[in-house]
T-cell receptor
Framework: DVKVTQSSRYLVKRTGEKVFLECVQDMDHENMFWYRQDPGLGLRLIYFSYDVKMKEKGDIPEGYSVSREKKERFSLILESASTNQTSMYLC?????????????FGPGTRLTVT | TQLLEQSPQFLSIQEGENLTVYCNSSSVFSSLQWYRQEPGEGPVLLVTVVTGGEVKKLKRLTFQFGDARKDSSLHITAAQPGDTGLYLCAPFQGAQKLVFGQGTRLTINP
């Protein structure tokens, strides 16, 4: 059974703190993604990675960075958390190339920045 | 930037009723996926449609891809409380990425 896990379901941080969100997949997938989900805005892509040590900016990369040192792990970093980064963060992975582009999602991390 | 719109944004109906939700864009897509997200969980893929005019059925759910591949619909027959969730359409954007609509939040009341 495919599995994407995220390090925390709920997280509360203070403004200015450095925040790490971890995502691990056990499916040997090539591509991994970080999204944030806000009411009325759907899922917006922050960053994605199509290989180890490779990354590309998504639609809203400002204020975020990522790290992919191993194929199964993709980390999202908020260098200096701000209140407008309060959101639900979803990690996903997909098998491509040659796959159906089905994205497998983790359960999400609800981050609150106070 | 392509414009992707899902409608309605919210829908609350009684168990047993039928419903249709829509996903519309001004752009042509090579393929499109529908996901369902339940509270506290990540989205889960329901279906992928690829060919213009394609119709796929998943039990009581019927998905259609528009002839021009710019729009899609999801029809649910005899809705049940287990159908409650956020329905997201996600056209393939190319470069191995999907773009997600804002979703239709569906509530089925017993």
């Amino acid at each position: 059974d495919v599995k994407v896990t995220q390090s925390s379901r709920y997280l509360v941080k203070r403004t200015g703190e450095k925040v790490f969100l971890e995502c691990v997949q056990d499916m040997d997938h090539e591509n991994m993604f970080w999204y944030r989900q806000d009411p009325g805005l759907g899922l917006r892509l922050i960053y994605f990675s199509y290989d180890v040590k490779m990354k590309e900016k998504g639609d809203i990369p400002e204020g975020y960075s990522v790290s992919r040192e191993k194929k199964e792990r993709f980390s999202l970093i908020l260098e200096s958390a701000s209140t407008n980064q309060t959101s639900m963060y979803l990690c996903a992975s997909t098998l491509t190339p040659g796959g159906t582009y089905e994205q497998y999602f983790g359960p999400g991390t609800r981050l609150t920045v106070t | 930037t392509q414009l992707l719109e899902q409608s309605p944004q919210f829908l609350s109906i009684q168990e047993g009723e039928n419903l249709t939700v829509y996903c519309n864009s001004s752009s042509v897509f090579s393929s499109l996926q529908w996901y369902r997200q339940e509270p506290g969980e990540g989205p889960v893929l329901l279906v992928t449609v690829v060919t213009g005019g394609e119709v796929k059925k998943l039990k009581r759910l019927t998905f259609q891809f528009g002839d021009a591949r710019k729009d899609s619909s999801l029809h649910i027959t005899a809705a049940q409380p287990g159908d409650t969730g956020l329905y997201l359409c996600a056209p393939f954007q190319g470069a191995q990425k999907l773009v997600f609509g804002q979703g239709t939040r569906l509530t089925i009341n017993p």
